[in-house]
C-alpha cells in the first residue's frame, strides 16, 4: 500500500499529470528549514548542535522553502 502523495509523485514522474495538478488536489505539508549559520547546512529541528561543525543551534536561522514533505497536514504540529 502506497501513500497518496506516492502515487501522486509517481504519476508526475511517469509524465501522467503536472507538478502543479498534484498540489493542487492532494495534500502536502510545507517544510520549515533552519541552516546553520556557520557552515550553512541544514538541521533537524531536534538537533541542539550542527552535526557537521559542531556550532550551537540557537545561532541557526530558520528559512521557510517551496519545499513540500509527504506528511498529512496537521502531522507537523504534534
Known amino acids: 500500500m ?6 501522486a ?3 508526475v514522474r511517469d ?4 507538478l502543479e495538478e498534484v498540489q493542487r488536489v492532494v495534500p ?3 517544510v520549515t528549514s533552519i541552516y546553520c ?5 541544514e ?5 541542539l548542535f550542527c552535526p557537521h561543525c559542531g556550532r550551537k543551534r540557537n545561532s541557526a536561522k ?4 517551496k519545499r513540500f514533505a509527504m506528511v498529512p497536514e496537521g ?4
Not at 2 to 7: D, I, N, P, T
Not at 37 to 41: K, T
Open 28 to 30: 502536502f505539508a510545507s
Open 62 to 65: 530558520t528559512v521557510k522553502h
Open 37 to 41: 549559520v556557520e557552515c550553512a547546512r
Open 43 to 47: 538541521l533537524s529541528a531536534a538537533f
Open 15 to 18: 509524465g501522467l499529470t503536472i
Open 2 to 7: 502506497k501513500l497518496m502523495q506516492e502515487y
Open 9 to 11: 509523485l509517481e504519476h
Open 75 to 78: 502531522a507537523e504540529d504534534e
